[in-house]
């Protein structure tokens, strides 16, 4: 960090959350920009916290300086092995998007100083809410994990506490995927193989399993010309067909019992598809035609028979076929012990969910499961926000889990 940072002592209340919820929402952190100033703000809380701090930094496609982090805070007393929890890793993305058509709270939800400046990246609070770009995905988990270390005494910890931020989630979870290959505390992290809590929003029920993504584009090149010649080669008669079989393949993805789950909500591979060929005049033949494909994947569901079919079909008819990269589902065993003790703790149930998170990114840790504050319906949208007493029950409930993995409590 190129100069010293401000930040506050967390105390573990409530009102030191909401403080520092809305640091959080002060830091434009839309995927399309920097992340680092907010990962380094998160550095500086951490390491007064007593943590020892791994930082990568990496440039995404574009150029733009991304930062990723692992934080960990080791027990300061020896716990014999046999005895030791297991310890527990947090992890959230500091990343949110966009907020160009912001409306944010309701006008006679504003005090004055509030109504003073209502952009989306500051935070207005209300009786009851905290509005703000990423208020509820997922900077408001992030200040409730916080604000539950802030409550644990460092002195009692006898299992370690790892806390990790990651860029790009919402734009192909490639900040996971670069923490993965280039950062050596989270082959440490790997090698512990904590309980491991995702921290996106929902409603702090135990998501023990989500879906993947996974699609590809296809190409088809032809020449433009006018088209009362014979000079031009449309693409879009090459690419026809090919739409032809993403229709069939889409229809036996909601048909064909094999590729399906019924766990899942919708139960099916959520196959979906567009074309362009980027022509507005009719008398030019299109030079090029562009389809693409994304699908949800599902656990112990084989969707590479459908892709290889497309692509199968694609090189019949001289089309390029270029996969887009995506993540894997998340699945772990809804009856194993620490997602029955998380479930109890949290007071909540246990479900799958259909969106993915870096979870699918992290298929070397076996004790995964996403719970966090806030509803994914306030995710994204315009007024984004997360309830007060949401917030609350994150912070106890990441406390109490706190207590059961990394104190033996």
Not at 7 to 19: E, K, M, N, Q
Not at 155 to 160: I, L, S, V
Not at 242 to 269: A, G, I, N, Y
Not at 314 to 320: E, I, K, R, S, Y
């Amino acid at each position: 960090m190129p100069h010293p940072i401000e930040v506050p002592v967390l105390d573990g209340t409530l009102a030191s959350a909401i403080d520092t919820l809305a640091k959080l929402i002060s830091f434009p952190s839309v995927s399309a920009k920097s992340n680092v100033e907010i990962t380094d703000w998160c550095a500086a809380l951490l390491s007064q916290m007593g943590f020892t701090l791994w930082p990568s930094e990496y440039r995404d496609e574009r150029g733009v300086a991304k930062a990723n982090l692992v934080a960990v805070r080791k027990p300061t007393r020896a716990t014999p092995p046999s005895d030791a929890p297991l310890g527990l890793a947090y992890f959230c993305h500091t990343d949110v998007v966009p907020a160009k058509k912001w409306i944010g709270a309701p006008a006679n939800a504003n005090d004055a100083a509030n109504a003073a400046a209502p952009g989306p990246f500051h935070a207005v609070v209300t009786e009851d809410r905290i509005y703000g770009r990423g208020a509820c995905d997922m900077k408001g988990s992030l200040a409730a994990m916080l604000s539950a270390v802030a409550r644990l005494d460092a002195d009692r910890q006898t299992a370690p506490i790892w806390i990790v931020c990651t860029a790009d989630e919402e734009v192909g979870f490639s900040g996971a995927k670069h923490l993965v290959d280039h950062c050596d505390g989270y082959r440490d992290l790997v090698r512990a193989d904590p309980v491991s809590i995702i921290g996106e929003p929902t409603e702090m029920n135990v998501v023990y399993a989500h879906k993947g993504i996974q699609g590809f584009t296809v190409h088809s090149q032809g020449r433009a010309g006018h088209s009362a010649t014979n000079y031009g080669v449309n693409a879009n008669e090459a690419m026809v067909p090919m739409l032809v079989k993403l229709l069939e393949l889409c229809r036996r993805t909601r048909e064909d019992t094999s590729l399906q789950d019924d766990r899942f909500d919708p139960p099916v591979l959520s196959w979906n598809f567009g074309v362009s060929d980027h022509s507005n005049v009719v008398n030019i033949t299109p030079q090029r035609s562009d389809a693409w494909v994304s699908l949800r994947t599902m656990p112990q569901v084989d969707h590479t028979v459908l892709i290889a079919e497309a692509e199968a079909t694609a090189g019949q008819l001289g089309l390029t076929l270029t996969p887009i990269p995506g993540c894997d589902p998340m699945w772990t065993d809804p009856d194993c012990d620490f997602v029955s003790t998380l479930q109890t703790i949290a007071g909540t149930r246990s479900q799958t969910v259909c969106y993915a998170t870096d979870g699918g990114v992290l298929g070397e840790l076996s004790r995964r499961v996403v719970i966090g504050p806030g509803s994914i319906a306030q995710a994204h949208t315009v007024d984004e926000w997360i309830a007060i007493d949401q917030l609350q029950r994150g912070i106890d409930c990441y406390e109490k889990a706190l207590r059961f993995w990394c104190t033996g409590g």
